[in-house]
């Protein structure tokens, strides 16, 4: 089990037994739903109050990908390696909709943050436009590559697609004829993230580095010295602090003058393997962060500091965790099967 | 690093080939075998395979180029993306199989898994096994880059559908590869069927049993492809030659004795051939003794004869600068039977073939320092590394009781502390590069400058 290491008190007010790895965890936006997809497929919907499981989906053949929730938290929405997406409604047992994503495996869905509720899908190098009824308004392929992102602007109607060399940009009011706006950089980008104030896009590489640029003039930094590729990174919600996780440690960007160019980020207290995922607290400071070894740790921010709140061993070994929207709840989905809440008294 | 640890890495067999080779059918044979193991499958190719207990995946290739501080090479990002998936199911699989395209260079599916840290702690390279068409090889070589790269690449070489070219053939493309690809194992096939242990579970190497089929591999470079020594009769034995691919060809003919070592005549042939040539035109007359002779081809369309004048009946070396089968060179007796050379002995040859990938093994006694060792690799591949396809070593280091073993691809390389070296096993260090215009002096100074 954890074990304390400072005076914060966690306690687990629940934990539930999967078959597989977890591949992805999201909260609905209201709070109520953990949805959880594991590895293999199989999707299930937990009651973030209890730990009480819902619906068990059967999910993709092959392997669920992907989870995304509509603004409302009417809709979960999943793309998986049978080149599916799937739409599901938490008081029903069965499928709502099935669509075809693309000839490829689907690793993207997004619904938009609009009131229009259309969902967005990215199979292979194409993505793909949909009404919540079905409709395909459009697809279109920007990149050459297969899509390993997609994030939107927090206040423009944009929508970031990011994929080897490119990070395209593509205009949500001009759907019938998307923008051909993108940024380059030749190495694999791995992820995309914009600043929650909107100012600055990042994205994880491939080649051990980290590529940021400023929106709209789209001047370009490039934080290299990493040791493994970037698969982890998130921004605080005051848009101060980029994190980031590479082999074994947890660097923070200091983004409060502007784009830290020439100055050296902080590295956090050490973790013990690759760091696998990592997020802030939506509306609190707590920073978590979880890596290949199944180790925990739990930073608070507190303006240009962090102290380390807790670290502890997962059982269940580490994959991937979500912090829940309104409340000190981290939700931690193990490589071993179970998802665990984690609950701060803090 | 452990120490002394197996590596328990899932082990990645690569498969590549033209298409029509066989791959798919090998690839189904793997798959029904009885071996009990869970092996998940990457095709490149929409082949028509469907098994129950293999998990098949098909991806559509994606190479990426990455530069990574003086480090540049292409790997596959669908396998990234793909095997990174795989592996963090909690049903593991025994063992990974990547079927690439048919024209696909093996380089950067191979450095995929030197490249990406999480690929390099999971998985291991286990071997590449290239499969060849024995009907069409031949023009393959000949046409494609790609054909030639898959052949150095390889690990195990399968020469499949033997049965549709006859046997002398099949022994021409078996020398050819061999000179290309020192290191390969070589299985003869029809309808891909191998045994199975040649293909799968290659790790390692073993330097001694490429020398055993290739004992040319670790001699010096020769100015010629072939010796034979020929017992001629008495009258008037004929060199005869079809067209080829060279216009010319130079060849040396010795006066030997019964008890003489084919060594010693090659000793003087390559003196020899250092020496002005004597110009020969078809019908031309040759004397065993001190004459290297330039034989011209290309006067005359067809066969050329050149008849052979030895004082007497006798035995005689004769070196060539070519391989003889690419000008179907034969030796005829006085009844114009063709002979059978008593022994004959194919070389290491100094030039460049129609293609330049060569093999070069180095075996050396002392330990090597392994301090001295990466610095000397480091710069070797910083500079070579595009032309070095792979590079393969187990070594010997001082006051380590474990074999080192190591591998290497372009500019990347990995080692790891191996078995224990056995009691009746000589504690050797041995290297061996498979690649373009390799300069095998350079390649053993260096490494002999990091022995200990």
């Not at chain 2, 029904?32 to 998990?55: K, S, W």
């Not at chain 2, 070489?157 to 020192?182: I, P, Q, W």
């Not at chain 2, 009691?423 to 002096?441: C, H, K, T, V, Y």
Request: proline share 6%; aromatic share 8%.
């Amino acid at each position: 089990m954890p074990k304390k290491t400072k005076e914060a008190q966690v306690r687990i007010p629940w934990r539930v037994d999967i078959a597989d790895a977890v591949q992805d965890l999201v909260w609905s936006p209201d709070g109520r739903w953990l949805a959880v997809a594991e590895v293999s497929g199989p999707l299930l919907l937990i009651h973030g109050d209890n730990g009480v499981v819902a619906q068990r989906w059967p999910g993709h053949v092959g392997g669920t990908l992907q989870l995304a929730w509509s603004r409302d938290s009417r809709w979960l929405a999943s793309g998986g390696q049978d080149g599916q997406v799937r739409l599901w409604n938490p008081d029903s047992v069965v499928e709502h909709r099935t669509l075809a994503g693309g000839n490829a495996w689907v690793g993207g869905v997004r619904f938009s943050p609009y009131a229009d509720a259309r969902l967005i899908t990215a199979a292979g190098k194409e993505l793909r436009a949909w009404t919540l009824d079905g409709g395909l308004i459009r697809a279109i392929q920007p990149h050459a590559s297969t899509i390993t992102d997609l994030a939107w602007h927090p206040r423009q109607p944009l929508l970031a697609s990011s994929a080897f060399g490119k990070v395209h940009l593509w205009d949500w009011q001009m759907l019938d004829a998307p923008s051909e706006q993108s940024l380059s950089h030749s190495s694999p980008l791995l992820n995309v993230r914009w600043s929650p104030d909107g100012r600055y896009l990042v994205c994880g590489c491939q080649d051990n580095s980290l590529r940021c640029w400023t929106w709209p003039n789209a001047e370009s930094y490039q934080m290299s010295g990493y040791s493994a590729k970037l698969r982890a990174l998130a921004w605080d919600r005051h848009s101060r602090w980029l994190a980031t996780g590479d082999r074994e440690v947890v660097t923070a960007w200091d983004f409060s003058q502007g784009a830290p160019m020439g100055q050296m980020p902080r590295d956090l207290e050490a973790m013990t393997d690759r760091v696998l995922d990592l997020a802030f607290q939506p509306g609190g400071e707590g920073l978590a962060a979880g890596d290949q070894s199944g180790h925990l740790m739990i930073w608070k921010t507190t303006g240009p500091d962090f102290q380390l709140l807790w670290q502890g061993a997962l059982r269940d070994g580490f994959q991937r965790l979500a912090w829940h929207p309104h409340r000190r709840l981290l939700a931690v989905g193990g490589a071993e099967g179970a998802v665990s809440m984690f609950e701060s008294a803090a | 690093m452990p120490t002394n640890t197996a590596d328990t890495r899932i082990p990645v067999t690569v498969l590549t080939g033209f298409l029509g080779a066989g791959k798919t059918t090998l690839l189904n044979r793997i798959l029904t075998e009885q071996h009990g193991q869970r092996i998940a499958v990457i095709e490149n190719e929409f082949g028509e395979i469907g098994i129950d207990q293999a998990l098949v995946i098909n991806a559509e290739e994606e190479i990426f180029e990455m530069n990574n501080g003086c480090l540049c090479c292409t790997v596959r990002g669908d396998l990234i993306r793909i095997l990174g998936n795989l592996m963090k199911r909690r049903d593991k699989f025994d063992r990974i199989l990547v079927e690439t395209t048919g024209l696909a260079d093996p380089g950067p599916v191979a450095q995929t898994f030197f490249m990406d840290d999480e690929m390099k702690d999971h998985l291991r390279l286990d071997g590449i096994v290239t499969l060849v068409d024995c009907k069409h090889l031949a023009q393959h070589l000949e046409d494609s880059a790609e054909c030639r790269e898959q052949i150095a690449f390889a690990d195990t070489l399968v020469l499949n559908k033997v049965d549709l070219v006859d046997e002398t053939a099949v022994d021409t493309l078996e020398a050819r590869l061999r000179a290309m690809n020192g290191l390969a194992k070589i299985q003869r096939a029809r309808m891909a069927q191998v045994d199975l242990g040649q293909v799968l579970d290659l790790g390692g190497f073993d330097l001694k049993r490429a020398l055993d089929l290739n004992p040319a591999f670790l001699e010096p470079e020769y100015p010629f492809e072939w010796g034979g020594w020929y017992a001629l009769p008495a009258g008037e034995s004929v060199l005869v030659l079809e067209d080829g691919p060279d216009p010319e060809m130079s060849v040396v003919l010795l006066p030997v004795s019964e008890h003489d070592a084919l060594a010693t005549a090659r000793e003087i042939a390559v003196e020899l051939f250092a020496a002005t040539a004597v110009t020969a035109q078809p019908g031309d007359a040759l004397e065993p003794g001190a004459h290297h002779y330039r034989l011209r081809l290309a006067e005359k369309p067809g066969f050329k004869h050149f008849p052979l004048r030895p004082n007497a009946a006798g035995h005689v070396a004769l070196f060539t600068q070519h391989h003889p089968d690419e000008f179907a060179l034969r030796v005829l007796d006085p009844s114009g039977q063709p002979l059978q050379p008593i022994y004959a002995h194919a070389y290491q040859a100094g030039h460049s073939h129609d293609d330049t990938v060569s093999s070069v093994g180095i075996v050396e006694e002392r330990p090597v320092n392994p301090y001295k060792l990466n610095l000397w690799l480091s710069d070797l591949l910083r500079d070579k590394g595009a032309d070095i396809f792979r590079m393969k070593g187990v070594l010997h280091l001082a006051d380590n009781l474990n074999r080192f073993v190591f591998q290497g691809v372009h500019m990347l390389f990995d080692g790891q502390p191996d078995r224990p070296w056995r009691a009746d096993e000589p504690r050797l260090s041995q290297m061996i590069f498979i690649g373009r215009a390799l300069d095998r002096a350079e390649l053993t100074a260096g490494f002999r400058a990091c022995l200990d």
